[in-house]
């Protein structure tokens, strides 16, 4: 388990304060508000800008803190024991404080044409039939992007030279898939500041519980279904050992 210090908290401070600012920014500009804001929205931007900003801030900030930058991905990462229950805490403040303050920085450039868009406040679509299906929505969601993080960053078998990409790919993929219907927080972070700034809560147990959910989740299905698999599949032969033949006598 990685001891983390100051410059670890500051990092996700920093890292989730630019990844909600990049995105509640995105979201006042590019998603339209309104009876035909479906229609009116351009989310290839928004998935694409999802994608990108996640990928460079773990390539930046990720050194110090290990890139979270999310509350559910903390989670995962304390049940797989990568981190003290302790620094787990203040990671989520840092992050929680972070996504205010980017929430916050979208409100004070974008105040008139944000105030519509609730300042990339998050809420459940009226194509779904009510929060439940918002906090399945988010679950999945939190699920395959948590997921993803065991998987190739913190996992038995990790590849973290490609993690910051696969990380940022799957928060794209997710981005494009559920903006439409829930907003596409995957974060409680990404929920909460915007919730804060704008006071536009969204309705709170479809993000906060439906996140927590998908987050344990991946760690359940990683640890009992990829992880057997991974070293199963990573078990080698023992080495068999020299055959002892006996010299003939003279």
Known sequence: MQDRGLAAYIAELLGTFFLVFGITL???????????????????????????????????FGGPSGGHFNPAIT????????IAPVDAVIYILAQLSGGVLGA?????LLEDEGRAANYGAVSISPLLSGNFAGGV???????????AVLSVALGVRAVKDWAPLAIGLTLGVVGLIL????????NPARWFGPALVSGEWGGVWPYLGGE???????????????????????????????????????
Do not use: Q
């Open 26 to 60: 995105v979201g006042v500009l590019f998603i339209a508000v309104g009876d035909n804001a479906s229609f009116g929205s351009d989310f290839a931007v928004v998935g694409l800008t999802y994608a990108f900003i996640l990928t460079a801030l773990i390539f930046a």
């Open 75 to 82: 989670l995962g990462a304390a049940l797989m024991k990568k």
């Open 104 to 108: 916050l920085l979208t409100k004070g």
């Open 137 to 147: 929505v988010e679950c999945l969601g939190t699920f395959l992007l948590v997921l």
């Open 179 to 186: 903006v439409p219907l829930t907003g596409g927080a995957v």
């Open 212 to 250: 927590i959910v998908g987050a344990v989740l991946a760690f359940v299905v990683y640890k009992f279904v990829i992880a057997p698999g991974v070293d199963d599949g990573s078990r080698s032969e023992p080495a068999k050992k020299p055959s002892t033949i006996p010299s003939p006598e003279a």
